[in-house]
């Protein structure tokens, strides 16, 4: 059933430049731009962070044959399961999109495409996405489908807790005890230590991204960290990314990496702190600009990972 409204559809506020993505969506056909928009296509900032924590697990422990072939499954399985996720929570979340400016332009929230059929591609898409993983093997593809349910509920966190990012962060970074078990048989103390390490990262972004629709959630009823806590945010942020660097720290430590991790880490807090630093929980801008930081700051992650590993690689 077509959604419809009385009224014009509320006019989505000013969209920040999304770069290549965002130009190759816009130039697609008319009628298919609403579904690339449903999927999130044209903003691939969420995809990457749900790929990277399953690259960082891989640079932890895969050797480079096994890494090439594992990492762009995971690539095509993180923009597919991302996309399905998004999608799904748009039908859910439409009339509270259509209440918050920034969110008031998606596809189903403004009418612009009907909720069956939004449901309908994200169930398909959905269900595609873990058979990717076939190409590994079928305990990857369970594995996989493991955390389709995870995806699913988080739609309804935001309605029932001001917590919703500690769910976000256990199911975007699931692809970490996926590599894990696929990889060496289990988490391990390794494994664990990365994941709630990965769990902090997640909840801190997660939290940043929330302040930047903070006045208009509390307008429609919807709760986060950022509601509850206000101008506090920065705090919360704060210590949860501290959390992550002291956990990447542990990790270090439990994995072996070699020397070449700790300059790295340095960085990555550095990153940290400079997105504490900037993400003003009043500003909304300036809290959407340190979250669009993120991918780069998982990419340093990474690379610390690997650079720990030099000499281990075979």
């Not at 489908?145 to 962060?169: C, D, F, I, S």
Request: a positive charge.
């Amino acid at each position: 059933m077509t959604v419809t409204s009385q009224a014009p559809p509320p006019a989505p506020a000013p969209a920040s430049p999304q770069g290549r993505a965002a130009r190759l969506v816009r130039r697609a056909p008319s009628g298919a731009r609403p579904y690339l928009e449903l999927l999130r296509l044209d903003r691939p900032v969420g995809a990457w962070l749900l790929v990277v924590p399953g690259w960082i697990a891989l640079g932890a422990t895969a050797g480079p044959r096994d890494g090439v072939l594992l990492g762009l499954l995971l690539l095509v399985f993180g923009v597919l399961s991302r996309g399905a996720a998004c999608g799904l929570n748009d039908v859910l979340d439409a009339r509270f999109d259509a209440r918050v400016p920034r969110t008031a332009g998606r596809p189903v929230a403004s009418g612009r495409l009907a909720a069956g059929r939004a449901l309908v591609l994200c169930v398909a898409v959905g269900a595609v996405a873990p058979l990717v993983m076939g190409f590994w093997s079928v305990e990857a593809v369970v594995w996989a489908a493991v955390g389709a349910p995870l995806a699913a509920v988080y739609p309804y966190m935001k309605r029932v807790t001001h917590w919703p990012h500690v769910w976000l962060g256990l199911t975007i970074n699931w692809t970490v005890p996926l590599v894990y078990v696929l990889l060496t048989g289990g988490l391990g103390r390794g494994g664990w230590v990365l994941y709630g390490a990965l769990i902090c990262w997640a909840v801190g972004t997660d939290v940043i991204y929330a302040c930047q629709d903070r006045e208009a959630d509390v307008r429609a009823g919807v709760r986060s960290a950022a509601v509850l806590l206000g101008r506090r945010s920065r705090v919360l942020v704060g210590g949860v990314y501290a959390g992550c660097v002291v956990l990447l720290a542990w990790f270090g430590a439990v994995a072996g990496l070699g020397p070449l991790y700790w300059p790295g880490l340095c960085v990555v807090a550095g990153q940290l702190g400079w997105q504490v630093w900037r993400a003003n929980p009043a500003d909304a801008g300036a809290c959407g600009r340190a979250f669009g930081t993120n991918p780069l700051c998982g990419l340093l992650i990474l690379v610390a990972v690997l650079a720990g590993r030099v000499g281990t690689l075979g």
